[in-house]
């Protein structure tokens, strides 16, 4: 069984910085494509960054220059380096894999940026 556990959410002020990390467990990491996705309220999900087994990463057009997500295979957890926070980004930010076809998300950590 995959589990994904998201971590370093919080309130920051805009122009801020945080840092989410998303430990997994039960499932070969290294193997895997990861994904950062957010939901704002009333807003669908959406897909941030990504980031494939072999560490190529892509981003959502409203994150560009601002966030960078990383893996580190050896302790199975994929990060997202998030600056130049604006309010807009304030969502609950999950983390996302597939296994087998089968999807696995994260229970989420809720960033939010104050203006």
């Known amino acids: 069984q995959v589990q994904l556990v998201e971590s370093g959410g919080g309130e920051v002020q805009a122009g801020g910085s945080l840092r989410l990390s998303c430990a997994a467990s039960?499932?070969?990491?290294?193997?895997?494509?990861m994904a950062w996705y957010r939901q704002a309220p009333g807003k669908q999900r959406e897909l941030v960054a990504s980031i494939t087994s072999g560490g190529t990463a892509n981003y959502g057009e409203s994150v560009k220059g601002r966030f960078t997500t990383s893996r580190d295979n050896a302790k199975s957890t994929v990060y997202l380096e998030m600056n130049s926070l604006k309010p807009e980004d304030t969502a609950i930010y999950y983390c996302h894999t597939i296994l087998l076809g089968r999807f696995y998300w994260g229970q989420g950590t809720q960033v939010t940026v104050s203006s």
């Open positions: 039960g499932t070969t990491f290294r193997a895997h494509a």
